[in-house]
């Protein structure tokens, strides 16, 4: 299995300085190759391979761009896989054509494929043009050392992402029954509501610091562009952005091992995020919630556990079913929070009736049992 570690790490200011240089070089030939294979399929209609870049890079760019020589060569071809990467996940995915990187990102990031090296017993890492950085190793790990990426976050933080190859497979599928599936229905009252009955209140991070970011946005707006004030400014703003993002990710985090640790499958309904989103009454409060991210973290720890996620479609009226007697409630609107089944009298919570109703139909399409 994979499995990527995130450290805090603490340059020196010269090895912040060496650091600054590999994210310039690296964007540098990220920009380039990307306007090599935009150029090329213009005028021919081909795509330029990654390996004939690498040819032009290494005869032509380098030796026109003597300060390249000084940046560790296997971060710059790194960069040309991640063009390729992205044309690739372009054409497959259509999530959106590649675009050019900014010097003025305030989050910069570039790779190191090998050559480097992990001292558990001194916190440190040596890095190829670098030296040796001081980390908080907090969490040992064993097996291959694949990609590192150095990474600066927008309040100036350095960060390193090493990926682990454990040799270890991924869990056989464990075979699951109606009483070890629990569904859950995903909301903004409360985040996730479960066909048990138990309600997860959404903390709502982003709303409860919505009035000091406002004050900080205007802060920053009145600071004249470029000034060290400007930047003082927008650094605090930062703060606070990143607050609420490590507050929802530890959220998350916890809630989904949870689930996944007391159940042997998880049934969710199939949502269209970014469609949702286009509603600008409900934007803020569905961003601030994060189902998506959250969704991500269910997938990958029942991979790692050998659980499994079933789904429904997104146009199944897991709300508007009475999960007793199956009476469909057309009249039922989006401020109807509890109902009563015209045919068995019964008396639904909305988002409990929700969350049993995508239980049900998930393990309808799977003929109760998923392997």
Not at 90 to 119: A, I, L, M, W
Not at 292 to 302: C, H, N
Not at 303 to 327: A, D, H, M, Q
Not at 345 to 359: E, P
Request: proline letters at 3%; charged letters at 25%; one cysteine or more.
């Amino acid at each position: 299995m994979l499995k990527a570690y995130k450290y805090r790490i603490y340059p020196t200011k010269d090895q912040e300085e060496l650091i600054k240089v590999h994210f310039g070089a690296c964007r540098f030939i990220y920009n380039w190759a990307l306007e090599q294979k935009i150029k090329t399929y213009q005028q021919s209609n081909k795509s330029i391979s990654r390996f004939d870049l690498q040819k032009i890079l290494v005869h032509e760019v380098k030796p026109a761009n003597i300060w390249l020589k000084t940046i560790n060569s296997q971060a710059l071809l790194a960069s040309l896989v991640n063009v390729e990467s992205a044309f690739t996940k372009f054409f497959r995915e259509k999530t959106g054509f590649p675009s050019f990187k900014s010097r003025k990102n305030p989050v910069q990031s570039f790779q190191f494929p090998q050559h480097y090296t992990v001292d558990f017993d001194t916190n440190t890492i040596k890095l190829p043009k670098i030296g040796e950085v001081k980390a908080v190793l907090h969490k040992r790990f064993e097996g291959t050392m694949k990609t590192a990426t150095i990474s600066k976050s927008s309040t100036g933080k350095y960060f390193i992402s090493i990926l682990v190859d454990d040799g270890k497979e991924l869990p056989d599928k464990q075979k699951i029954s109606e009483s070890n599936v629990i569904g859950i229905d995903v909301g903004i009252k409360d985040f996730a509501v479960l066909s048990n009955g138990e309600k997860v209140e959404n903390p709502k991070y982003l709303k409860n610091s919505l009035k000091r970011m406002k004050c900080l946005q205007k802060r920053v707006s009145k600071k004249v562009k470029g000034s060290n004030n400007r930047n003082k400014a927008r650094k605090h703003l930062s703060k606070i952005h990143e607050t609420i993002s490590n507050q929802r990710t530890n959220f998350q985090h916890q809630l989904s091992s949870k689930l996944i640790s007391e159940n042997q499958a998880i049934s969710l309904e199939t949502l269209n995020v970014k469609g949702i989103v286009k509603n600008h009454c409900l934007a803020q409060s569905i961003s601030d919630a994060g189902w998506g991210s959250f969704v991500t973290k269910l997938e990958y720890k029942a991979e790692w556990l050998g659980k499994t996620i079933l789904r429904i479609g997104r146009f199944e009226p897991s709300s508007k079913l009475c999960n007793v007697c199956g009476y469909h409630n057309s009249n039922l609107t989006l401020k109807d929070r509890d109902w009563i089944c015209p045919d068995c009298k019964t008396k639904h919570d909305r988002d409990v009736n929700a969350a049993i109703n995508i239980k049900k139909f998930s393990l309808q399409d799977q003929n109760l049992i998923v392997i």
